[in-house]
């Protein structure tokens, strides 16, 4: 089986980053700008008037979208869309987290291709032809979407959350510099550093072949990624800290960790996730870890050594003659983890109690209405994925 790997974004990392947003726009040649970005932060924090300050001084116009929540929401997609269009735009800067730069990929997906909603890429009613070029300033580790493929929307007509995944997507350039990310309050670096993780981990977990080397770049960033994320909550402002769980939110999502297996990876605890945040708009990272454990131990009998060495690896847990032993360890592991960091690993404990039949609505919503199963490592289909919310509701 061939892999690839394609990764057109121009990264810079390091102090000063976004002092050369100007340049790589006039690079681009964009004329036009919609920058696009998420709370007052951006604002309070002096960054929007650097951007606009670079931009200004390369002759460049721009018009500014800001609003975007956790879990963007289509309708300022479309709000987007349209402001875009009229302003005549050619170029979008996001400048924020992930949750931004989804926003930003929708816009731009509709703006290219115009012929209905944008929603139907979402939906899979259309695939995207196209899409306008993105730029991104980051300023919170999360979801690698600043080199990613792919673009989660929520819509509010029926509390949906849906992906896109299409390298037309891709950002032209991504702008990180740790610094951004000081004033991120520690509930949102927990929720990052768990979402990295998490991402590698659904790739680790696939059916078929592994390649070695592939195996041994994901251990390594998880183990860095758990001990950076730490040092990021003890002292906001640890540069290097903050540095690694940068850089590992963008090579955990870029495709990088998947090369050389024999299929893409599982993802079934993003699409069990999805529906808990189309509900209740939870915050991702959290929902992530609610679901994990229950998962994990629901799937790890189908090949326990796979659960055994990324605890040996992640963790240091010491390997004994029996691999389910093992694994149980290591699930353990992750759990007291991610609760050390003060993420959920219950539903409880996210603040969430859903009724039987909500539960039953949520794997519903998971399957597509009965049009698919999800997950590689194992396949899941109604049942199981009620078996999964059921056990995380504890």
């Not at 990613?148 to 390298?167: Q, Y």
């Not at 899941?380 to 994925?385: R, T």
Request: charged share 25%; net charge negative.
């Amino acid at each position: 089986m061939i892999t690839s790997l394609y990764t057109p974004t121009h990264v810079l990392l390091g102090e000063g980053a976004e002092e050369k947003a100007g340049e790589e726009l006039r690079k681009e040649g964009a004329k036009k700008v919609l920058i696009h970005y998420g709370s007052e932060r951006v604002v309070t924090t002096g960054l929007m008037k650097k951007v606009t300050d670079q931009l200004d001084n390369e002759g460049i116009s721009y018009v500014l979208l800001g609003g975007v929540k956790p879990n963007p929401r289509v309708s300022l997609v479309r709000e987007g869309i349209a402001l875009a269009e009229k302003a005549g735009i050619d170029f979008i800067l996001a400048v924020g987290g992930g949750s931004v730069i989804d926003s930003a990929k929708a816009i731009a997906y509709g703006l290219y291709d115009k012929t209905g909603d944008v929603w139907d890429f979402y939906s899979g009613a259309r695939v995207p032809r196209g899409s306008y070029p993105i730029g991104v300033i980051l300023t919170l580790a999360a979801t690698g979407s600043e080199m990613s493929d792919s673009s989660v929307i929520t819509n509010e007509e029926g509390n949906l959350k849906r992906g896109c995944n299409t390298d037309y997507c891709r950002p032209r350039f991504a702008l990180l510099n740790p610094e951004l990310t000081y004033t991120v309050p520690p509930y949102q670096t927990s929720c990052g550093t768990a979402d990295i993780m998490m991402h590698t981990m659904e790739r680790y977990f696939h059916a078929g072949k592994t390649l070695e080397l592939s195996d041994n770049l994901s251990i390594a960033l998880l183990k860095t990624v758990a001990e950076n994320g730490v040092k990021a909550l003890s002292n906001p402002k640890d540069y290097e800290a903050r540095k690694n769980l940068m850089w590992a939110s963008s090579l955990s999502h870029n495709g990088l960790m998947q090369m050389g297996n024999d299929q893409r990876g599982d993802w079934s605890c993003h699409q069990i996730e999805h529906e808990l945040s189309g509900m209740y708009d939870v915050a991702h990272g959290a929902g992530l870890t609610a679901i994990w454990a229950s998962w994990a131990r629901y799937v790890y009998t189908k090949d326990p050594e796979r659960f055994a060495k990324l605890g040996a690896g992640v963790f240091g847990i010491k390997r004994t003659a029996s691999p389910e032993r093992d694994a149980e360890e290591a699930i353990k592991a992750f759990e007291n983890y991610f609760a050390s960091i003060h993420m959920p690993t219950s539903l409880k404990e996210l603040g969430i109690n859903p009724s039987d039949k909500e539960i039953d609505e949520l794997a519903e919503k998971a399957t597509f209405f009965g049009k698919r199963t999800i997950g590689a490592f194992m396949t899941l289909g109604k049942d199981a994925i009620k078996a999964i919310y059921t056990a995380a509701r504890k």
